[in-house]
Nanobody
């Protein structure tokens, strides 16, 4: 099982990036998917997530109104559109998937996820 996260890079403050997470060895339709990030010297934190049903979404307060998690009809990938990026968004971003928990619930803790991608680095410059 692999999760491939891509789309990271260097962007100026105020800019946008779109991250994508694609699975190999599992079907996202059976999983809730979340995005986490870890900045240097800080703990990994929840950024955004969607339920297995795709009917429920959740965002960290720090990214509400700027980031959007989405998927396509077949849930072949899960994306994170990041707008109005600021310096505090600099981090390695990880996607994760879980088959546990309520069908319409969004898992927000790292321990709730069993499958993790390798991470993609987002660097926001001033």
């Amino acid at each position: 099982v692999q999760l491939q996260a891509s789309g990271g890079g260097l962007v100026q403050a105020g800019g946008s990036l779109r991250l994508s997470c694609e699975p190999s060895g599992l079907n996202f339709r059976d999983y809730g998917v979340g995005w986490f990030r870890q900045a240097p010297g800080k703990e990994r934190e929840f950024v955004a997530g969607m339920s297995r049903s795709t009917r429920a979404y959740s965002y960290a307060d720090s990214v509400k109104g700027r980031f959007t998690i989405s998927t396509d009809a077949s849930k072949s990938s899960v994306n994170l559109q990041m707008n109005r990026l600021n310096l505090e968004d600099t981090a390695v971003y990880y996607c994760a998937a879980t088959a546990r928990g309520p069908y319409n619930g969004v898992a927000k803790r790292s321990v709730d996820y069993d499958n993790w991608g390798q991470g993609t680095l987002v660097t926001v410059s001033s």
